[in-house]
């Protein structure tokens, strides 16, 4: 049998993304703050400080801290969250601590603390992506130096097909082999600062979701980019 | 932005006795409020409301459970309110502090007292099956009056909230499946007004400085001339005088915010 074209539940070609939509300085309150969107899935974003860290015993006196707070709206998807911590949640804040401080130059900032709280609006999988991706313009609207921004995509390989992007239909993909879920961030330059996957795959394939990944966060970056420079021209 | 420094509180008192604000506005005027439906696809019902800088989200969400011995055939309200730390420096994560959980019942009082829900309509099955509503508020910016704000947005997201489609035999809740079905309410909306005491001046739709400030604070839940439910906060004592003037206050722009909510209904 040839090869039929692979169809998505939402009819994208697989190397698409979502209709996505970004947007720096939503919150006035905040020190740098911002909105990224893949879809239906919408992540906020803000950012405090640098400012002294609380309680004095966590002080790092060497370098800066990074905290991530991530968090789902109890209405964000259909059926309704308990308010309150999760394991999820204390997971995916740590892992988005390691997503961004690799290009962050916190060193600057000895007994510091940034505080970085993401909050998903509405979600449709890859919510861990999108909250990503506003922390890190938001990190940036801060004005916390950086040495690049980084852009975070989930490639999901629904049985045996790579797609970009994942939405909730796919994520519980049952056909041939499944579901496997792989949310990448990548840097500016094509470092890895986040992997997390799954499923099952091989290493050739993961090989190829490296290279899809990169691809999209190229172009998720140039979303993040003009949202910035979009603000930069509003204070003008 | 962590305090209110003396000196601006110094000031704010002395232009209100000339009735004068910071921004410019009168003593009894609200701030530009804007109104949104449908912020989460996910939610049976949801609001964004905007009061100048300050905003909030309001979401609605239903299931199915059990009721309560002592009303076997009425549904449940449940209202949580979030003072997200994205919001404002001065919220953090934790166990829920006084002010979160003032606000949420406050929001609760007012829509539970004035019979706004219809909740024997909420029954399914006498003593077995009831929906419950769960109302949830989110702050996303504070500059002060997320009270009004999310008594607002309360309303404005019932109003627009479906039913969940609920499988009688299987005895659960489709989630993410909605029927066309509002959720019974009073034709007559309940709208939350606060107003404060600075000095000897009284005000609406304080800002976050003058929320600083404020003496007392009056918050009175009303619809078209009952009131449901009142909160006075604050350690500092009102004279009877003083509570009239409040009620009047809150009686005269009472009006204006249930033309905003209609509209924005519509």
């Known amino acids: 049998m040839t090869a039929k074209i692979f169809k998505r539940p939402d009819g994208r070609k697989p190397d698409e993304i979502r209709k996505m939509e970004a947007k720096v300085g939503i919150i006035p309150n905040a020190d740098g703050s911002a909105m990224f969107r893949f879809g239906d899935t919408i992540a906020f974003a803000a950012v405090y400080g640098p400012k002294k860290m609380h309680p004095q015993h966590s002080q790092d006196p060497e370098k800066g801290t990074l905290r991530c707070n991530y968090n789902m709206l109890s209405f964000s998807v259909n059926e309704r969250i308990r308010p309150g911590p999760s394991r999820r949640n204390i997971e995916i804040s740590k892992i988005t601590e390691w997503a961004l401080e690799p290009v962050l130059m916190i060193g600057k900032y000895p007994n510091m603390v940034i505080e970085v709280h993401i909050n998903i609006i509405q979600a449709n999988a890859s919510t861990r992506c999108a909250g990503i991706n506003a922390a890190a313009m938001a990190l940036a609207h801060a004005g916390i130096p950086m040495r690049e921004l980084v852009s975070s995509v989930s490639i999901g390989k629904l049985d045996k097909q790579l797609v970009v992007d994942v939405s909730k239909d796919e994520e519980d993909w049952e056909e041939g082999e499944g579901a496997t879920d792989i949310p990448i961030t990548l840097t500016k330059s094509g470092e890895i600062t986040h992997l997390q996957l799954d499923g099952k795959i091989t290493k050739e394939q993961l090989k190829e979701v490296l290279g899809l990944a990169k691809k999209a966060t190229a172009k998720i970056y140039e979303v993040q980019k003009k949202a910035l420079k979009e603000s930069l021209e509003d204070e003008k | ?266």
Request: glycine share 8%; charged share 35%; net charge negative.
């Open chain 2, 1 to 266: 932005m962590i305090e209110t420094s003396d000196i601006t509180g110094e000031r704010i008192r002395r232009y209100l006795e000339e009735g004068k604000r910071f921004d410019g506005r009168k003593p009894d005027e609200f701030r530009e409020i804007t109104i949104e439906t449908g912020i989460s696809k996910n939610a049976e019902g949801s609001a964004r409301v905007k009061i100048g800088k300050t905003e909030v989200f309001v979401g609605v969400k239903m299931d199915v459970v059990e009721p309560y011995p002592d009303s076997p055939d009425r549904g449940n309200l449940i209202v949580s309110a979030e003072l997200l730390p994205l919001s404002s420096p001065r919220f953090e994560n934790g166990p829920p502090k006084f002010p979160t959980i003032e606000l949420g019942r406050i929001i609760d009082r007012g829509i539970r007292e004035s019979e706004f829900i219809d909740f024997e309509k909420l029954c399914i099955k006498k003593g077995e099956k009831v929906w419950t509503v769960f109302i949830d508020i989110y702050s996303i910016n504070d500059d002060g009056n997320l009270l009004d704000a999310s008594g607002i947005g309360a309303i404005v997201a019932l109003k627009n909230s479906k039913i969940p489609v609920y499988d009688k035999k299987e005895g659960k809740v489709l989630f993410g499946e909605r029927t066309k079905e509002k959720i019974p309410l009073a034709k007559d909306i309940i709208i939350p007004i606060t107003v404060h005491k600075i000095g000897d001046n009284f005000i609406v739709d304080p800002t976050l400085e003058e929320e600083d400030i404020s003496e007392v604070r009056v918050t009175i839940g009303s619809s078209k001339g009952v009131i449901s439910s009142i909160q006075k906060g604050g350690d500092k004592s009102l004279k009877t005088e003083e509570l009239y003037r409040i009620l009047d206050l809150s009686e005269k722009v009472w009006d204006e915010i249930y033309s905003k909510i209609e509209k924005s209904l519509k």
